[in-house]
């Protein structure tokens, strides 16, 4: 897990805006504060005002109220707003947004030139190597598909050496297989030029793969909000996002089985069996265990199919008091492992906080 | 073509006006055109109408408001005298100022469509790339609107070239002043020269025709803005 450091400094964005369009008024009220490392996702259903929020934190929206700060730098206040022009961003919209008169190169130069810091050539290969856009230099915007115009547009985000990447579902508008072509660039590009990245998303697959900090939007409201294990292992996800609930954990690679196409995984002294996808040894990977694939059993359960079985401990018990299910916490060596069983389970087994438990994991998503 | 000295007299006068006419209007037609374009004012509707008022008024009606207006006891009038630049009426500024007005919608909406076509979606993408906004304007703006642009400097041009009633209101047919071609052609029928008037009628037939084919081959090229008004 990414763990936030203390002395890094925070994006706080404490907004309110309301915007009308005919006799619609919809309100954006805002509180949040996260580190500016990493990926921080915003997700959220269409019209939650994930756009919103991204278009008042660059300045595009003009009836905004707050505070927004962005480490030592304000850029709205009671007394000031910044204009867009000088706020240090990098954004990429949903539908790219290329300049039709300028080929490829002339986009990326419209950034250099106005980037406030030098672009050094070195640093110009670097982005365009990074997502792969060298042999399209002398194309028009219309002369590329979806997903080259993406990383055109997400190359010339970059190139303005921006203080933090902004992306509102950049892969949104691409169908799945261009979704696959740009998502590994995107995945790359943090580790690569080290840049904060705000990242809008309604797809929680993407959100996490990506993401280290999650902020979910709900009408415009911070529903919740925190690390993306800290948010996709909460009770209190959207009613739509429940069927998600997951652990999402890091694990490194650390022993192959030729024999049955396996590698092992540890984390936190545990281990855990993968299918085997040609991971290094030594390679750490993110891993994702959807609550309801993880069942619990009594007894170490040997004979049976499910080959990923760790004993702990029963952390806590959240009971949907509304619906048949309930959310058990289980404490493994140091971390916590979330399954979601039916409430009649619970009552069943006598399950309460502290006992001990195997928890048998179906199945595991290997996020990258 | 056998064109007398006044012929060509009116011809280079009428080419000067329009090209002064042109340069100023897109210089002063542009930022109108823009905030047409993006105003969210209730003065939009106003400013639409009066810009788009010589299409309408007879060019009799809007010459005798400036002619009143530059005159001796109207406000330009008593600004220029102030100024010490004399009266406007019946000179060539007179009818640089009385163009202006009347070509001012033939170059206004041209740039105004291209500008709305453009919408606010590259304007901002612009701004989030430190682009200020005469950045923009001469770097965005100015090239994806160019084909509005050059409609708007055509249909200026040739409309220019091709009034009359306003310049026989505050012009008059003063040779090298105010003289301009199409005041020279009404002066040949007059006199019965007809083969004069058949002369430089058939040039402006073709300077005409050519201004068009150039605009709609524009336009069918889909370089240039729809122009739709016009009478």
């Given at each position: 897990m990414t763990k936030v450091n203390s002395k890094s400094s925070n994006i706080v964005a404490n907004l309110h805006t309301s915007l009308r369009s005919g006799s619609q008024v919809?309100?954006?009220?805002?509180?949040?504060?996260?580190?500016?490392?990493?990926?921080?996702?915003?997700l959220g259903e269409s019209g939650s005002g994930k756009?919103?929020?991204?278009?008042?934190?660059?300045?595009?929206?003009?009836?905004?109220?707050?505070?927004?700060?962005?480490?030592?730098?304000?850029?709205?206040?009671?007394?000031?707003?910044?204009?867009?022009?000088?706020?240090?961003?990098?954004?990429?919209?949903?539908?790219?947004?290329?300049?039709?008169?300028l080929n490829v190169h002339g986009n990326l130069q419209f950034a250099v030139k106005r980037?406030?810091?030098?672009?050094?050539?070195?640093?110009?290969?670097?982005?365009?190597?990074?997502?792969?856009?060298?042999?399209?230099?002398?194309?028009?915007?219309?002369?590329?598909?979806?997903?080259?115009?993406?990383?055109?547009?997400?190359?010339?985000?970059?190139?303005?050496?921006?203080?933090?990447?902004?992306?509102?579902?950049?892969?949104?508008?691409?169908?799945?297989?261009?979704?696959?072509?740009?998502?590994?660039?995107?995945?790359?590009?943090?580790?690569?030029?080290?840049?904060?990245?705000?990242?809008?998303?309604h797809s929680t697959d993407e959100v996490c793969r990506l993401a280290d900090h999650v902020i979910v939007l709900h009408q415009g409201k911070v529903v919740i909000q925190g690390s993306i294990n800290e948010v996709f292992s909460s009770t209190q996800l959207p009613h739509v996002y429940q069927q998600e609930t997951s652990t999402i954990i890091q694990a490194k690679i650390i022993e192959r089985d030729e024999r049955w196409h396996l590698v092992k995984?540890?984390?936190?002294?545990?281990?855990?069996?993968?299918?085997?996808?040609?991971?290094?040894?030594?390679?750490?990977?993110?891993l994702r265990i959807i609550a309801s694939d993880v069942s619990l059993s009594l007894k170490d359960e040997k004979e049976s199919t499910i080959l990923n079985r760790l004993e702990g401990r029963i952390a806590s018990?959240?009971?949907?008091?509304?619906?048949?299910?309930?959310?058990?916490?289980?404490?493994?060596?140091?971390?916590?492992?979330?399954?979601?069983?039916?409430?009649?389970?619970?009552?069943?087994?006598?399950?309460?906080?502290?006992?001990?438990?195997?928890?048998q994991i179906k199945s595991v998503a290997i996020l990258g | 073509?056998?064109?007398?000295?006044?012929?060509?007299?009116?011809?280079?006068?009428?080419?000067?006006?329009?090209?002064?006419?042109?340069?100023?209007?897109?210089?002063?037609?542009?930022?109108i055109a823009i905030w047409l374009a993006?105003?969210?004012?209730?003065?939009?509707?106003?400013?639409?109408a009066i810009v788009a008022l010589p299409l309408v008024l007879p060019p009799t009606v809007l010459g005798f408001y400036l002619l009143i207006a530059m005159g001796?006891?109207?406000?330009?009038?008593?600004?220029?005298?102030?100024?010490?630049?004399?009266?406007?009426?019946?000179?060539?500024?007179?009818?640089?100022?009385?163009?202006?007005?009347?070509?001012?919608?033939?170059?206004?909406?041209?740039?105004?469509?291209?500008?709305?076509?453009?919408?606010?979606?590259?304007?901002?993408?612009?701004?989030?790339?430190h682009s200020q906004p005469m950045d923009t304007f001469f770097h965005v703006i100015v090239p994806l609107a160019k084909p509005g642009f050059i409609s708007a400097a055509i249909l200026g041009f040739a409309h220019t070239v091709g009034e009359f009633g306003i310049v026989l209101m505050i012009g008059g047919n003063i040779p090298m002043e105010t003289k301009v071609v199409s005041i020279q052609i009404y002066d040949q029928v007059e006199a019965l020269e007809y083969a004069g008037a058949h002369r430089l009628s058939a040039i402006m037939l073709g300077f005409s025709f050519i201004a068009l084919l150039l605009l709609y081959s524009f336009q069918k090229r889909g370089l240039a803005t729809k122009f739709r008004i016009g009478r």
């Open positions: 919809f309100e954006l009220e805002v509180k949040s504060k996260f580190p500016s490392t990493g990926i921080t996702a915003i756009t919103t929020l991204l278009r008042c934190i660059a300045g595009l929206e003009k009836s905004v109220k707050g505070l927004l700060e962005i480490g030592e730098t304000t850029w709205l206040d009671d007394k000031r707003c910044v204009p867009t022009y000088e706020r240090e961003i990098g954004y990429v919209f949903q539908d790219a947004r290329l300049f039709d008169h980037s406030h810091e030098t672009v050094k050539k070195a640093f110009f290969e670097e982005v365009v190597g990074a997502l792969d856009i060298g042999h399209l230099m002398q194309h028009k915007p219309d002369q590329l598909s979806g997903g080259e115009k993406q990383r055109v547009a997400i190359a010339r985000a970059l190139l303005i050496k921006p203080k933090m990447l902004i992306m509102d579902e950049p892969l949104a508008s691409l169908d799945n297989a261009r979704k696959q072509e740009v998502l590994p660039y995107l995945a790359a590009l943090q580790n690569k030029f080290n840049v904060p990245m705000l990242y809008v998303s995984a540890e984390f936190d002294g545990n281990v855990i069996w993968l299918q085997d996808h040609n991971q290094f040894i030594g390679r750490t990977v993110r018990i959240q009971i949907d008091s509304r619906g048949a299910t309930a959310l058990v916490t289980i404490d493994l060596m140091n971390t916590e492992v979330v399954a979601q069983v039916t409430r009649k389970s619970i009552d069943d087994l006598f399950l309460m906080v502290g006992m001990k438990i195997w928890t | 073509m056998g064109l007398t000295d006044s012929d060509i007299n009116a011809i280079w006068l009428t080419i000067k006006l329009a090209f002064t006419v042109t340069i100023i209007l897109l210089i002063i037609g542009t930022p993006k105003t969210k004012s209730w003065l939009r509707g106003p400013i639409n001796p006891n109207g406000p330009i009038g008593q600004l220029t005298e102030q100024l010490g630049v004399g009266l406007l009426p019946f000179t060539f500024w007179g009818l640089v100022i009385g163009s202006l007005f009347y070509s001012l919608p033939f170059v206004v909406q041209p740039i105004q469509n291209a500008v709305e076509a453009i919408g606010q979606k590259p304007l901002e993408a612009a701004a989030t790339l």
